[in-house]
């Protein structure tokens, strides 16, 4: 497998256009986090241009975290368009157990085969069919308890699957690893998760491989957790490190040996 320091030299290097339809309270997290990271994020959603974009960016990243019809419509659009010219698009299904508009949404979106799947852990077990416990958008059970689904989910939709939480599940249904390292002060600031999902867009526009990009990107926020805790008082003082943090990993410091087989 391409490890995770080649990786972030190749996503360094290509600086890819991620064209992010997320939600509004990741917005400027996320794109700061990519900035941070080295790529170029771009926040087009709306159904009369989503689709326009998609042909343009490097690759495409969908989380619904906070949904409407017409942003469904614009979501879509968007996955039929990279879905025909090859681009590599990551879905994010925020609180996807949660209501009647989040299931539809999911299901339609799955139906678009996409490239990578990004969830935590109560996430991956509902689109598994499975009872989860998560509380609105935050995780209720562990990554090992997903991971059964996330292999099921993987083999299902031709889908690269990541779990994350306290140590990340990576699989694309035969192989499978996990990423250890972060911090427990990361899902005390929200929307990190969503950051995450539009980094993994930034890996799968430079990185041949889906399942590779996948462990790079979980490895860059695994790596700068870690060093933004050194630093930080709690969630507050946490946020400004691990931006610092994101910029900061480099090839030698992204720590390859975090990738663990499973
Ligand atoms: N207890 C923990 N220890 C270390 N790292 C963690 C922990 N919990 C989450 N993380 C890391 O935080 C990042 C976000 O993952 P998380 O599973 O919290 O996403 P999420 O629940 O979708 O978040 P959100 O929806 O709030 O954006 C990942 O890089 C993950 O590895
Ligand atoms: C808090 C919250 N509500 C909808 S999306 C979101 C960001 C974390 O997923
Ligand atoms: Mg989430």
């Given amino acids: 497998m391409t490890a995770p320091s080649q990786s972030l030299a190749s996503m360094r290097e290509a600086a890819p ?6 939600n509004y309270v990741a917005m400027n997290f996320a794109a700061n986090t990519l900035l941070a990271a080295g790529a170029a994020p771009a926040m087009v959603h709306d159904v ?3 689709g326009e974009f998609a042909a343009i960016a490097g690759a495409l990243t969908i989380n619904i975290g906070t949904l409407s019809p017409r942003w469904v419509a614009g979501m879509i659009e968007a996955s039929s368009v990279a879905a025909k010219t090859g681009k590599p ?3 994010d299904p925020v609180a996807c157990f949660a209501t009647g508009l989040r299931r539809e949404a999911t299901s339609r979106l799955m139906q678009k085969s996409p490239t990578i799947v990004r969830g935590n852990a109560s996430e991956i077990l509902a689109i598994g069919g499975q009872d989860s416990s998560g509380k609105g958008v935050d995780a209720g059970d562990s990554v090992t308890a997903a991971e059964a689904a996330a292999r099921d989910v993987a083999q299902r939709a031709g889908s690269v699957v990541a779990v994350t ?16 390292g972060g911090s ?3 899902p005390k600031v929200t929307a990190s998760g969503c950051a995450l999902t539009c980094l993994v867009g930034a890996y799968a526009a430079a990185v041949e491989d889906p399942f590779d990009a996948t ?8 790596a700068a957790g870690a060093e933004a805790a050194k630093v930080a008082q709690g969630p507050g003082s946490f946020l400004p490190a691990f931006l610092d943090a994101v910029a900061a990993v480099t090839p030698e410091t992204i ?3 975090r990738v663990q087989a499973a």
């Fill in 255 to 257: 720590g390859d040996d």
């Fill in 48 to 50: 009369e241009e989503a």
């Fill in 89 to 91: 698009w990551v879905l």
């Fill in 17 to 22: 256009l991620v064209q992010c339809i997320t």
């Fill in 215 to 222: 462990v790079g990107a979980l490895a860059h926020f695994a």
């Fill in 184 to 186: 427990p002060l990361m």
């Fill in 165 to 180: 939480g306290e140590v990340d599940f990576v699989t694309d249904g035969s192989r499978a690893v996990r990423i250890s």
